[in-house]
């Protein structure tokens, strides 16, 4: 689910993705016109009870402009550089979580497609 990797897709997109795929693939061909809408949605609800509309939480902007493969696959390469010079990448112990502090300037997220339960 595209809601687990931080991709939330809202019911228009899955609609629209839907409708594409369909389209490609020629699903639906027999029935003139198929357009995967509200009826369709409702069935895959049923199908899918785990499935809940959502509200996303909060992303910064700041967190939103550098959240890209190459700074973030750069942040892990040299988080896993200095946890080997220190000597503390198998030693989960020694690690510690903590948070940065300050003022935020967030948006608002529109609500989102994802599992019950999970963040």
């Known amino acids: 689910m595209a ?12 609609l629209a993705r839907t409708n594409v795929l369909c389209k490609r693939t020629k699903i639906g061909s027999g029935h003139r016109n198929f357009v995967a809408g509200k009826d369709w949605w409702e069935g895959v609800k049923r ?8 509200k996303p939480e909060r992303l910064t ?9 190459e700074v973030v696959g750069r942040y892990f390469s040299d988080l896993a550089t200095i946890l080997e010079g220190l000597d503390i990448a198998d030693k989960p112990q020694r690690l ?3 948070d940065e502090l300050g003022k935020s300037f967030e948006h608002d997220p529109v609500r989102v497609v994802g599992e019950k339960g999970m963040p």
């Open 96 to 98: 510690w979580n903590c």
């Open 47 to 54: 199908r899918n009870p785990d499935l809940t509309i959502r």
């Open 61 to 69: 902007s700041t967190r939103a402009r550098v959240m890209n493969w």
């Open 3 to 14: 809601s687990r990797r931080g991709i939330g897709l809202t019911r228009k997109q899955i």
